[in-house]
């Protein structure tokens, strides 16, 4: 029997506050020790814990702005290097803009914030925006804008704090007369159920945090935390397998992997897994659709698929991107772990350059996580286990992206079901906070939809960021997850990868939704069309709705491109 829904609330306000006295040195010692034995004594334990005054909660030591820096000297240096930075967004419109901005950035080894088909953003020095300025086109020179005029401060905002971060940001708009890209609402009130997620974690947290959810749902069948594998600093790779028990256990349910933090400076990334992970935990007593998806399947979250280079963001460089291991070249650590995996890993135009946030390697899996995560997939794979979907989750932009990422002239076999879910989850997702999520191939980048005289020919074309060794094609093409996206989170510029933490409930709760309605929708299908029959028979009626919603979506990136334009 399921016990009742108010009692595995308490359960969880009592992990979320076990969570943060770990994670204090001073005050967590104030805490009375609980003997081992008494773990799964029930509520009996758990009684006990919620009978402690909350007060402790709130003596953790005032934090400054500035006391989490003070306190890591690398951080600091980094931070006034950041003072010199700015991050630029330069309107694409056509794939020579693409191209010259591609050019550029190989040569000047820029790093590359967020692209679309309306919009490039690249992080730089101020003293190198006049050469690059001198190498682009007249075209691109005089159609550009400043996101983020002082990077440090934002950067220095987005560590622990009494201040609110997007109140922090907001002044920082102010002072500088800078407008928000987007005009994202202030959060909604936030309860102590959720204390967890009231700020980012640290690694070391979200490693007890996991241990905790694990020793109090294994009982009940729930929750198995698992090792993926290790990363190149020998650090574990955790996952948490979330499932309710069915009477044939020895048969292996069909399961859908999520991911997050393969790029370790996108911390929003990592912490919507860890909260679609709880969400679903909790709702178990509550949610009969829940309830359903998870008898039928299992869900693995791998929240930091790269735990060196997270770790890395904390102690020294919050704007670190890639992995830490060993490159060809000694001063250019790191892999991105997304151009790293074995499906067309060097389909288009592969980055060899050690220094570049985008190098994927020299060969096939060479970054070690990347390596991990697919022995790990295939040797699941071997013992029966059959995965269904897979959503890698990013920042930013508000996409949705299906495959696949390392072409635009050749198509997955069931690209209509994958853009009718596509959409779908965008919808999903607009529906839990009004923020709005579109969708297209992973391959587009920034490429304008409609062509010019002087567009590249398509099999040609100079993407700004390469797409071969991608997770999400891998684990598409590989794996045989007919369902694979990578979803991109908020939001579209206003913080870039610097979004405030009270953001992170928000953005959790769209994911969550989505989750909700991929896991309802596999119940319908199962998903095992077979690929002979992946096109999904549906009436005339429907098939003029998303043709009309795809050409709304172009139109109003037209409009938008118009818009920016008349506004230089």
């Known amino acids: 029997m399921m016990r009742s829904g108010s009692f595995l609330r308490q359960s969880f306000l009592s992990v979320f506050l076990l969570v943060l006295a770990i994670s204090l040195p001073s005050d967590a010692s104030s805490l009375p020790r609980v003997a081992p034995s008494q773990i799964h004594n029930g509520r009996s334990y758990f009684s006990r814990l919620l009978d402690l005054p909350l007060g402790w909660a709130s003596k953790r030591p005032k934090k400054g702005l500035n006391q989490w820096l003070d306190t890591h000297q690398k951080l600091l240096e980094n931070l006034q290097r950041y ?12 794939n020579a803009h693409e191209a010259a901005l591609r050019k550029a950035i190989d040569q000047m080894l820029l790093d590359v914030w967020d692209f679309t088909d309306n919009y490039t953003d690249i992080r730089i020095e101020s ?69 967890f997620f009231h700020d980012y974690q640290p690694l070391s947290v979200i490693y007890t945090w996991m241990k905790l959810l694990d020793s109090m749902f294994r009982g009940r069948g729930l929750v198995r935390m698992i090792s993926i594998g290790k990363s190149y600093e020998g650090r574990d790779i955790p996952a948490l397998r979330v499932g309710a028990p069915t009477s044939e256990a020895s048969i292996h349910k069909d399961t859908i992997l999520i991911t997050g933090g393969i790029h370790s400076r996108e911390w929003i990334s990592i912490s919507t897994v860890n909260y679609v992970a709880w969400s679903f935990i909790r709702s178990i007593d509550d949610d009969p659709m829940i309830v359903k998806i998870l008898e039928h399947f299992d869900i693995v979250f791998i929240p930091v698929l790269n735990p060196d280079g997270y770790e890395y963001t904390w102690e020294v460089d919050r704007l670190w991107r890639k992995s830490r291991q060993r490159t060809k070249m000694q001063y250019c650590p790191g892999f991105d772990l997304d151009h790293a995996f074995g499906y067309r890993w060097d389909a288009v135009q592969h980055q060899s350059e050690p220094c570049s946030e985008s190098y994927g390697g020299d060969q096939p899996f060479q970054a070690v996580e990347a390596a991990q995560l697919a022995n790990w997939a295939k040797n699941e794979t071997e013992n029966g286990v059959k995965f269904v979907a897979f959503l890698d989750l990013h920042s930013y932009s508000q996409q949705v992206l299906y495959p696949y990422a390392y072409s635009c002239v050749i198509h997955p076999p069931n690209i209509e079901n994958l853009k009718e879910v596509a959409m779908n989850l965008a919808k999903h997702m607009r529906l839990s906070n009004g923020e709005v ?26 993407r700004v ?20 996206y990578q979803i991109k989170l908020r939001d579209t510029g206003s913080y870039g990868f610097l979004l405030p933490s009270e953001y992170i409930i928000p ?7 989505a989750m909700k309605y991929l896991g309802d929708y596999l119940l319908g299908n199962n998903g095992h069309e077979s690929w002979s029959n992946t096109v999904l028979e549906v009436d005339q009626s429907k098939q003029t709705d998303l043709i009309a919603e795809e050409e709304d979506g172009m139109e109003l990136r037209r409009r938008r491109r118009r818009r920016c334009i008349d506004c230089i």
Not at 507 to 513: N, R, S
Request: glycine letters at 6%; charged letters at 20%; aromatic letters at 6%.
């Open 507 to 513: 953005t959790g709760e769209e994911v969550h939704q």
């Open 465 to 484: 960021e390469a797409g071969g060794g991608s997770a999400m094609d891998y684990v598409f093409h590989e794996l045989g997850a007919r369902y694979s």
């Open 127 to 195: 003293r190198r925006i006049r050469p690059l300025m001198g190498i682009l086109p007249p075209s691109l020179q005089h159609n550009h804008t400043i996101l983020i005029p002082d990077l440090a401060r934002a950067v220095a905002a987005t560590y622990p704090s009494d201040t609110p971060a997007h109140l922090f940001a907001q002044s920082l708009s102010k002072d500088r007369g800078i407008t928000p890209a987007n005009n994202i609402p202030s959060p909604k009130k936030r309860g102590v159920d959720d204390i």
């Open 437 to 462: 999520y579109t969708t297209t191939s992973a391959c587009e980048g920034a490429v304008a939809s409609e062509p010019s005289a002087d567009d590249i020919p398509d099999t040609q074309r100079v």
């Open 83 to 94: 003072e010199n930075e700015v991050v630029i967004r330069f309107n694409v419109s056509t």
